[in-house]
Each structure stands twice: as structure tokens, then as C-alpha cells.
């Protein structure tokens, strides 16, 4: 969200507290961060780079427009693949440690697509990009850890009881069990024929 934290102003018992007001979207149509919603919704400011906020105020189809220091567009316009949403640090193992960040962030060059209120021609569908080699390893690490760890915990014994309670699914022929109050015995019984004297 695109709320600050309550600030004090003053040191006597006359404090005030005030709370600088999320910056409503500017797109038409859109009214992200209005009073008549119940959810707040991160916004961006526009650039600093002139090119690229000309490029901002075209993609919002709103002419001769002139975005103030607090004019925002938010979340909502743009495509998934142009949010940040966690930072990652390389490693000195080759590794990458990854946090997720308290507000999301655009990357470089980032311009507003989606436009689900107005004409579908305004939208723009981007091209799906290639995750670079580093982040896709990171997400099969990923992937593969949190797999791990659910195989772990639906491998857990929590009590005797409970394997006593489950045994019967579990073994099944040629294994055999046998249940005593504190343990449980599994095994297979193998026969085979006398060997035969030799003479």
C-alpha cells in the first residue's frame, strides 16, 4: 500500500498525529483509492525521465494532461511482469538470498498497459519475457524446497498410536504386523522346501 506510517508533530500534550492520505489513481475510469473503496491500492509516481512520462500520459489516453508532484497511476495498469515485488541479493556461493519488499516497485522503463475500464484497444498485451538462467535456478531451488519440506511433514510420525492406527493401509502382502501395546512388529514369513540329502 501507498500509505505512510502516522507521524507526531509537536512535543507537548497538544500532539498532533497525522497520516499522509494514499495518492488516488488518475487513470479514467479508474478509482483506485477514492473514498467510495474499501481497499487501498499501491500507486507509482510518474518518471522524472520526460520521454518516458510522455509515454506514461499517452498510454493513460488522457490529452494535454499535466501530472502534478503527486499524480500516481496504480497497480492495477500495469503488467505483471513490470512489478517487483521481493529483492533479490547474490550470494558468495552462488546462491540468492531473496526478501520481499514491504511496497512494490517498477522496473526500468515501466509504462502503464492494462486498462480494464476503458475500450480494450487502449490495453496493451505485452510479449511474455524469458526469466534470466539465475532466476529461474532460483525458483526450481525454490520449488523444490517447499516440496521437500510438504514430503517432510506429510512423512511425519507424531505418535505410536498413529502408526498403529494407519499400519493396516500401510503393510500390505507379503508384509505381515503384529501390534503390542508399545511397539509393533512388521515381517514376512518366507518357506521353502527341506533340502534333500545328498548321497
Given at each position: ?22 495518492r ?21 509516481g ?17 490529452k ?37 519488499r ?21 490495453s496493451?498485451d ?13 525458483k ?6 517447499n516440496q ?10 507424531k505418535?505410536?498410536n498413529?502408526i ?11 508384509w ?11 515381517y ?12
Amino acid at each position: 500500500m501507498d500509505v505512510n506510517q502516522p507521524k507526531i508533530r509537536g512535543d507537548g500534550p497538544e500532539k498532533l498525529y497525522f497520516v499522509k492520505m494514499p495518492r488516488k489513481c488518475c487513470v479514467p475510469c479508474c478509482r483506485s483509492n477514492y473514498k467510495t473503496e474499501t481497499t487501498l491500492t499501491s500507486t507509482f509516481g510518474f518518471p522524472k525521465d520526460e520521454e518516458l512520462k510522455k509515454k506514461w500520459i499517452s498510454s493513460i489516453n488522457r490529452k494535454d494532461y499535466l501530472p502534478g508532484s503527486t499524480a500516481a497511476v496504480c497497480i492495477n495498469h500495469f503488467d505483471e511482469q513490470h512489478i517487483i515485488w521481493e529483492d533479490r541479493i547474490p550470494q558468495k556461493d552462488g546462491s540468492t538470498y531473496t526478501i520481499e519488499r514491504k511496497r512494490p516497485k517498477l522496473v526500468d522503463g515501466a509504462y502503464p498497459t492494462k486498462f480494464p475500464n476503458q475500450p480494450h484497444y487502449l490495453s496493451e498485451d505485452l510479449p511474455k519475457t524469458r526469466k534470466s538462467p539465475s532466476l529461474r535456478r532460483a525458483k526450481e531451488i525454490t520449488r523444490a524446497e517447499n516440496q521437500f519440506s510438504e514430503w517432510c511433514e506429510a512423512d511425519n510420525i507424531k505418535s505410536l498410536n498413529e502408526i498403529k492406527e494407519n499400519v493396516a493401509e500401510k503393510v500390505k502382502d507379503p508384509w505381515q504386523h503384529t501390534l503390542k501395546e508399545n511397539s509393533i512388529f512388521i515381517y514376512k514369513i518366507e518357506t521353502s522346501d527341506c533340502p534333500k540329502e545328498m548321497i
